[in-house]
């Protein structure tokens, strides 16, 4: 069973730096595209990047403007997204998600989320 | 990016309703057009992928259709727990980017 495992609620200050993880299982994590999504309180979603973890191949969103690093550890079968310099906007669930194959497959499996708080 | 618009953005209907929701992409997008369902507090699932294919496990009264930059959802006749927000999300080009959402209620 394809499972992809979160790290827990973080809380954060402002101007501060995490990173959480995402442990896929069930399937050869090299072979399959590992994406985040954001989704602010009480809005819609937003796509961040992905990684392949075969060779951590990676696509951002531009939007982030430097501020998200998005990072694959194959021996561990886990993604990571980093953030830095956090804004009280940042407040968010981060979901992992995988892609079904190559590029331009849908997100068949995602994390159960990771809840981010940043506050003074 | 491609600028994804849904429609409804809301939409009250009941039990036994045929219920479609629209997404029109900003440009053409051929079949590359997923759709989720999001209940509150849980993360998002894949109801259909490639515009029109049933993902496994998802029940037969939803379906998909469209290409380019006109694409339905349908729910056939509506059950209680069809209750939720769905998305659809463009994967033609990076970034992906993702409808608003339309909130079905009861």
């Known amino acids: 069973e394809v499972q992809l495992v979160q790290s827990g609620a973080e809380v954060k200050k402002p101007g501060e730096s995490l990173r959480i993880s995402c442990k896929g299982s069930?399937?050869?994590?090299?072979?399959?595209?590992i994406g985040w999504v954001r989704q602010m309180p009480g809005k819609g979603l937003e796509w961040m990047g992905i990684i392949y973890p075969g060779d951590s191949d990676t696509r951002n969103n531009p939007s982030s403007q430097g501020q998200v690093t998005i990072s694959a550890d194959k021996s561990i079968s886990t993604a990571y997204l980093q953030l830095s310099s956090l804004k009280a906007s940042d407040t968010a669930m981060y979901y992992c998600v995988r892609l079904r194959g190559w590029l331009q497959s849908p997100f068949d499996y995602w994390g159960q989320g990771t809840l981010v708080t940043v506050s003074s | 990016d491609i600028q994804m618009t849904q429609s409804p953005s809301s939409l009250s209907a009941s039990v036994g309703d045929r219920v479609t929701i629209t997404c029109r992409p900003s440009q053409s997008i051929s079949s590359y057009l997923d759709w989720y369902q999001q209940k509150p507090g849980k993360a998002p699932k894949l109801l259909i992928y490639?515009?029109?294919g049933l993902q496994s496990g998802v029940p037969s009264r939803f379906s998909g259709s469209g290409s380019g930059t006109d694409f339905t959802l349908t729910i056939s006749s509506l059950q209680p727990e069809d209750f939720a927000t769905y998305y659809c999300?463009?994967?033609?080009?990076?970034?992906?980017?993702f409808g608003q959402g339309t909130k079905l209620e009861i």
């Open positions: 490639a515009a029109s």
């Open positions: 999300q463009q994967s033609y080009s990076i970034p992906y980017t």
């Open positions: 069930g399937y050869t994590f090299t072979s399959s595209w």
